[in-house]
């Protein structure tokens, strides 16, 4: 498991607001992972995120979030350069 490759549910809630305009709280994005819809790895006590799961799992939020999310996906760097 490469380092930059994964983000921690913390991570995601830290950086949703700049990379996606919303911001997540890490309970939602952990009730997400729990019934099966964000797929996650569990690393010693902390659940991981693939950077490209992610991406590919943001045009299917629901219809509140998704409009939005939908027009800037292609553009989500969660943090990389």
Sequence with gaps: MEAGEF???RQI???SAEAIGVA???RRVYRWIECGKLPAVRVGDRLHVRR???RDWLPQWPEHAGNKLR???SAINWGQS
């Design 7 to 9: 983000l921690t549910v």
């Design 13 to 15: 809630s830290e950086q």
């Design 71 to 73: 027009k800037n996906s």
């Design 52 to 54: 490209s799961d992610l």
């Design 24 to 26: 997540l709280h890490v």
